[in-house]
């Protein structure tokens, strides 16, 4: 079921690939527990430092301890950095994580913390996603900084579930959005080194995320859909209580609604405003300052919350196709972990990968193919093959985009008819236990067996199946608990509402 590690492993081969590329992967492997099979896919590609220290942390995970160790200590000594880590993951020595510490800047994302995590004797899973969230804070994706992107622009990255940006204009501070939070806002607004007034706030779209900040007493400039946008998002309900903390404000009432491409002189700097079809909302309005795009959620991988009825593969081409035009030096996105991996530089390859993915999953569609089987085609485009770095971004997006372009081209009754009649999740609960002779350790042999084999999604659903049977059964709790955290471990890179939701469920706090 894990199609990303089957592609990745694809991509892994090709020539020259993104080095990103190899360490996702070795990260999908390990929370799949198969050492065996990365050590030999490892011990197979092209000798390099981080190969050699890849091959040896899985050699010593499956068995041959010492012999693992004398390739990390190999490349240790021909590197400095990820083979540190994999060494001090693997062994706890100190002066290894230390060294991750010391020199951080030099790491992926989330090495740190997890380099932390192991000196302090904490319990895993170690992750090292940038990712965190906590009861009190709800998720965010990154830790709380101003990042000056340009002369008095500043970027507010983790002070809330979204990002936003302060211009120091000379009439004042203009936001480009307002977090979800007025308190968020607040926070982010008191860190900037100069003390303005706040007067104009430009909305990208009208998502909670982006205008629960609002400040009052300001003017407000918006896409011409946000009243309709707002109206539609009024019937919407978000299923989980782990994406959002805090009380938003009251809805924006916009001074100026935009309906086509103009430019807004305000404080002496030019904001252009071009309305964007966009993969999320119909009201995305891209703001343009010099050679900097503000894209809000443009590109939104799950092309619109996956629990809301929205979003727009084509729109999501459309808007790629015009930024590709715009061709920005720099473009910066409503969230941190969009910005890190949607750059201006991987958008054209981007584009044509998924103008391929889409005629593949129509294709797919009108030869009456299910949307379990679309996805296992697993649509890895060789044109990536140019661009190694577009790699990650594709495959960040491929599900959603997939599932998306499904749900709108589809009917409700599926080719292999397990749509025609409705089954609860208790029915089938109930059908299973009757498999399992009603007793719970029928359930544990499956979920156990499950987890051994990687195949952790249909783990939880076994473990999710027992436990409505056999609620007061504590080792099936804990099997199901443990299947989590390895869906946490998995889609720690590639998938950050999957991570959010699965953490949420297992009762995991994850640290700034």
């Known amino acids: 079921m894990n199609h990303q590690m089957t592609a990745l492993s694809r991509a892994a081969q090709w020539p020259d690939p993104d080095p990103r590329t190899l360490l996702v992967l070795a990260f999908q492997f390990l929370a799949a527990r198969r050492h065996a099979d990365a050590h030999a896919f490892f011990a197979a590609l092209p000798d390099s430092p981080r190969t050699q220290a890849l091959t040896g942390f899985f050699l010593a995970l499956d068995g041959d301890r010492k012999a693992g160790l004398a390739l990390l200590d190999q490349a240790a000594e021909r590197?400095?950095?990820?083979?540190?880590?994999l060494r001090g993951r693997l062994t706890g020595r100190a002066d290894d994580l230390e060294f991750v510490v010391a020199v951080g800047d030099q790491f992926p994302p989330g090495f740190v913390r997890s380099a932390r995590s192991i000196l302090a004797g904490e319990p895993g899973p170690h992750l090292v996603t940038d990712w965190w969230r906590t009861e009190a804070d709800g998720p965010r994706f990154a830790a709380p900084h101003l990042d000056e992107v340009a002369p008095g622009i500043y970027q507010a990255m983790g002070y809330d579930f979204a990002d936003f940006?302060?211009?120091?204009?000379?009439?004042?501070?203009?936001?480009?959005?307002?977090?979800?939070?007025?308190a968020h806002f607040a926070a982010a607004l008191a860190d900037l080194p100069v003390e303005r007034p706040v007067t104009h706030v430009i909305l990208t779209h009208g998502h909670w995320d982006h205008v629960g900040g609002l400040p009052e007493g300001v003017e407000v400039i918006a896409h011409a859909n946000l009243p309709e946008e707002l109206e539609r998002l009024r019937g919407q309900r978000m299923p989980w209580p782990y994406f959002r903390t805090g009380t938003p404000a009251a809805e924006p009432v916009p001074d100026l609604l935009v309906a086509d491409r103009q430019t807004v002189a305000i404080g002496g700097v030019d904001?252009?405003?071009?309305?964007?079809?966009?993969?999320?909302?119909?009201?995305?309005?891209l703001v343009k300052i010099g050679d900097l795009l503000f894209a809000g959620d443009m590109i939104m991988p799950y092309l619109g919350a996956p629990f809301f009825a929205e979003g727009s593969p084509d729109g999501l081409l459309d808007a790629l196709a015009l930024v590709n035009e715009l061709a920005p030096e720099r473009i910066l996105h409503g969230h941190s972990g969009l910005t890190m991996a949607y750059t201006i530089d991987v958008l054209p390859a981007l584009e044509t990968a998924l103008r391929s993915l889409r005629d593949d999953v129509r294709g797919a569609i009108a030869d009456g193919l299910g949307l379990p089987e679309i996805l296992g085609r697993d649509h890895l485009p060789e044109s990536l093959r140019r661009t190694p770095t577009a790699v990650l971004p594709y495959l960040v997006i491929r599900e959603g985009f997939i599932r998306r372009l499904h749900l709108q081209n589809s009917g409700y009754w599926q080719p292999d008819a397990t749509q025609l009649d409705v089954v609860s999740a208790d029915e089938?609960?109930?059908a299973l236990d009757l498999l399992a002779g009603g007793k719970p350790d029928a359930f544990r042999g499956a979920v156990t067996t499950l987890l051994d084999q990687g195949e952790h999604a249909l783990a939880l659903r076994v473990a999710d199946a027992g436990a409505r049977r056999h609620p007061c059964d504590q080792d099936l709790a804990d099997l199901r608990r443990d299947a989590l955290l390895r869906l946490v471990e998995q889609h720690q890179v590639l998938d950050p509402f999957k991570f959010i939701v699965y953490s949420g469920l297992a009762g995991l706090t994850v640290n700034s």
């Open 165 to 182: 940006t302060f211009v120091v204009t000379e009439d004042g501070i203009v936001a480009i959005d307002a977090s979800g939070d007025p």
């Open 428 to 430: 089938w609960a109930g």
């Open 271 to 285: 904001f252009e405003l071009i309305p964007s079809p966009g993969g999320e909302t119909t009201d995305g309005l």
């Open 79 to 85: 590197e400095l950095g990820v083979p540190h880590y």
